[in-house]
């Protein structure tokens, strides 16, 4: 058995797995053709697209989940990436589309920046090789991503968040 999965963040993406030594040169070949070859079906698409509104609706009805939006919306300024949230809302979830998410991969994903740890029962000499053969002439480099500064608060906030029902 083995596993392969998929996370990402404000900042970054990563894969992981964990296989057997063995079935490293496997998994390896998998993890390459993900990172290289993401193929965006229309179906997982609207799949993903459903589940993520779904998840945005449950958020509006946590009190933690809105109080910490709302903190993050105080004290970043408008459209200050940090003070959206990464899981996206309602509209502009409901408006990616597959080529926007082709796009977004062609520009962004690349190797550039790129930590690959391997640990385990392995031969150094073969891992290197073997990753050479999978992602050795992989190339492109991401645009660097410049952070807003953020003026210092001045004065005391207050943002109300209210929720119907909710204590």
Same mark, same amino acid.
């Given at each position: 058995?083995?596993?392969?999965?998929?996370?990402?963040?404000?900042?970054?993406?990563? #894969?992981?797995? %964990?296989?057997?030594?063995?079935? #490293?040169?496997?998994?390896?070949?998998?993890?390459?053709?993900?990172?290289?070859?993401?193929?965006?079906?229309?179906?997982?698409?609207?799949?993903?697209?459903?589940? %993520?509104?779904?998840?945005?609706?449950?958020?509006?009805?946590?009190?933690?989940?809105?109080?910490?939006?709302? #903190?993050?919306?105080?004290?970043?300024?408008?459209?200050?990436?940090?003070?959206?949230?990464?899981?996206?809302?309602?509209?502009?979830?409901?408006?990616?589309?597959?080529?926007?998410?082709?796009? #977004?991969?062609?520009?962004?994903?690349?190797?550039?920046?790129?930590?690959?740890?391997?640990?385990?029962?392995?031969?150094?000499?073969?891992?290197?090789?073997?990753?050479?053969?999978?992602?050795?002439?992989?190339?492109?480099?991401?645009?660097?991503?410049?952070?807003?500064?953020?003026?210092?608060?001045?004065?005391?906030?207050? %943002?109300?968040?209210?929720?119907?029902? %909710?204590?």
């Amino acid at each position: 058995g083995a596993s392969l999965g998929v996370g990402s963040g404000m900042h970054l993406t990563d #894969f992981g797995g %964990k296989c057997l030594s063995e079935d #490293f040169p496997m998994l390896l070949d998998v993890l390459s053709d993900v990172l290289r070859h993401p193929t965006f079906p229309e179906e997982h698409i609207e799949l993903v697209r459903n589940q %993520k509104l779904v998840g945005i609706q449950e958020r509006y009805q946590d009190t933690g989940r809105v109080a910490s939006m709302g #903190f993050y919306e105080q004290i970043y300024e408008d459209e200050h990436r940090y003070g959206r949230t990464v899981g996206g809302y309602m509209e502009s979830v409901s408006a990616i589309q597959q080529a926007d998410m082709i796009d #977004f991969y062609q520009q962004r994903y690349t190797p550039n920046g790129a930590v690959l740890v391997v640990v385990g029962d392995i031969q150094t000499d073969a891992v290197i090789e073997q990753v050479q053969q999978h992602l050795g002439d992989w190339q492109g480099a991401a645009p660097e991503q410049e952070v807003p500064d953020v003026a210092p608060l001045d004065r005391i906030q207050t %943002k109300m968040c209210p929720l119907p029902g %909710k204590a």
